[in-house]
């Protein structure tokens, strides 16, 4: 997207009121050649391997124990008591220490089925936690007491030690645990380690963490210094609160532009704009402190695919751990948009990593470069896309299995929907239908957080991801969606039918998602993984589902349909 990105550097300069350039490229091959996502792109060049690729570990046919742990949230404020620790006990292939199903002291044998752990602070021997977890089991919670820590803004080190029964296997693993003073001027940011999604905390919301599903725009304003002007500018972008309820501030105008205070007084969380300025870490402190006390401030936005400019590894992880510094009560996202270009270094400086798949409209093998586009040449608007809706979760499945492939505990995803034209690259907008479809996808792969590039788009995506924000940010959807991780159906003889899962309570939620171009003009039955009594709605999309003996069936779905359909557990279940 090379003269795509041109234009977001343009607008990153207009963010800092500062001229902006990127640097040289500094990673992979032939960095004096023109490249993307590590590839030459202009006509000229020969092609190459990029390098960077993210492979599964090699294996030697054993079996190893994974000990992995965290707090359940990213940060605990000093008005909570009680906080927990997420332990994770996996059988691998790849991580951890050998494993054998035996353990003895040298008078008895037993099989080793769990392990009993300790976790405390480094340096210190009283336990916060103590218990045992089984073998193979993950996501375990474990709960502790903050009465015996301080509030401090530097984090906690926590260390787990483990054995078998008998003590003749041992393992350790290491974490942070964040436990700051309350700021009840401010707002606050929790990440979900579990189910990936976040919890805000501010005035409006009693100074009590709610769940927060973001969706908006990385959205354009005008720039004036006056507060009428900033007002309107927020009702018009959240429909007057009952549309968007989040924005990335590409901000042409000075930090303490009088539009922050409209967001705080209307209720619209931001995510702070700091491509132009992440790579100078002096400019960076003094954004940070002038915008860090904003009641709507949610997140900071840092890096803006860097894997497709090449930028050196070092800079992203650098500003994050700045940002934690100056601000320790909001997470740090990036932008990836490459396929896979070093996606360990790269994906290192975020907290929550956004994906912008734009793959509408696209001529998906040939560039305006005069170039193929393949695995090592090329680019066409979208790295190693087909040029279709399903390239949305087939980016999304990529990232969580490099996740896998590295041993990392996975961050939350946002998914970046495509709501523009142009550049010789896309050669239409997406549909509504489109729209919705990739979201909705996006969601069936555990996506928490919906920005499309830009503000403003069309009238008709505007009513689109407005009409969808307003379903998917409230309850009862939002429940769902940032409930826990969405489980799979399958649904055979239909490989364009993506089907998805969540269980909350007494009720589940089915996403089903028509990923063809063409009507199904016969009956779709679905499985449903538990018993239902009945459709308690249908939340989105407006068809007419029906429950028939334990399936959800429909008589025909539209092409590129999306539907949310919530139904009632049986109690006896």
Known sequence: MRSFILIRGFLAALSTGL???QDEPDTGEHPDWPRWCGKVY??????FEPGGRTVAP?????????????PRYSLYLSTETKASFVVNAALSPWFGEEYANSTSDGASTDPFTELVFSIGLVGDDAPLVEDRIGINATGAEFEFELASLEPRITPYEVVLIGSSVHGDHNYTATSELLYLPDN?????????HVRGGLLFKNAQTGHEFVPLLPYGYYGLYNGSNDTAASDEFVRDYTSSGKGLNAIISLAGFADTNPVYDSMDEQGLHFMFDLRG??????ET??????????????????ADEPDGWQVPFDKTPAAQALIHKLDPYHPVAITLNCQDYYFEP????????????????INSTFSKWGTACNATLGDCGCDNCKGGIQDVPSRLDDLAQYEAWLGRWPLPKFHNPQVFHGEDYWFRDPTAAEAHAMNALAFNRGATGIFGWTWPSSAALFDA???????????????FLLGGNPERLVVEGYELLDAAYWIEGDKMMVSVVNGGYEDIQKSVSIVLPASATDIESVAFGGLLWQLLGGRLVIDGLPAVSTSFIILNLDALE
């Open 19 to 21: 001229a902006f350039a």
């Open 42 to 47: 202009q006509s000229g060049y020969p092609s």
């Open 58 to 70: 090699p294996t030697n046919g054993s079996t190893f124990l994974h000990v992995q742990f965290k």
């Open 184 to 192: 009840p001027e401010g707002s606050a940011t929790k990440i979900d």
């Open 277 to 282: 300025s992440y790579k100078n870490l002096t």
């Open 285 to 302: 402190e003094q954004r940070v402190n002038t915008i860090k006390y904003h009641t709507s401030l949610f997140a900071y936005w840092t």
């Open 346 to 361: 790269y994906a290192a400086g975020g907290d929550i990593l956004m994906e912008d798949v734009y793959p509408i409209g």
């Open 465 to 479: 991801h407005s009409q969808m924000a307003s379903v998917v940010t409230s309850a009862p959807v939002k429940n």
